[in-house]
């Protein structure tokens, strides 16, 4: 139900931007959603939220300053914008969904989404 898009190949330094579309319905409008990523070899580790309403957000301490997280509830559609990037940014990023209460904490565990994208590739490389 959720399909990412936007990766590719760039050189460090530059951005990317992000889309996560979501399947038509209340599951977007009602879940706080993330983008965690998986490098070769790695675990998935969270990268950023946002809330259901979008006036809250976290991110991971390496991507602060540099990544936004936004959210369109008209399109059912989460970004995630990526500046100056680097090298050890190149992972696959998913798109996950967490259904909750409006007052529900923001979690950065990948076990508490249960809606998750297929992924895509960021490479990050000169």
């Known amino acids: 139900q959720l399909v990412e898009s936007g990766g590719g190949l760039v050189e460090p330094g530059n951005s990317l931007t992000l889309s996560c579309a979501a399947a038509p319905g209340r599951i977007f409008s009602r879940s706080h959603m993330a983008w965690f990523r998986q490098a070769p070899g790695k675990g998935r580790e969270f990268v950023a939220i946002?809330?259901?309403?979008?006036?809250?957000?976290k991110y991971e301490d390496s991507v602060k300053g540099r990544f936004t997280i936004s959210r369109e509830n008209a399109k059912n559609t989460v970004h995630l914008q990526m500046n100056s990037l680097k090298p050890e940014d190149t992972a696959v990023y998913y798109c996950?969904?967490?259904?909750?209460?409006?007052?529900?904490?923001?979690?950065?565990?990948?076990?508490?989404?249960?809606?998750w994208g297929q992924g895509t590739q960021v490479t990050v490389s000169s």
């Open positions: 946002v809330s259901r309403g979008g006036g809250n957000t």
């Open positions: 996950a969904a967490d259904p909750a209460i409006l007052t529900a904490p923001l979690s950065v565990n990948p076990d508490d989404y249960p809606y």
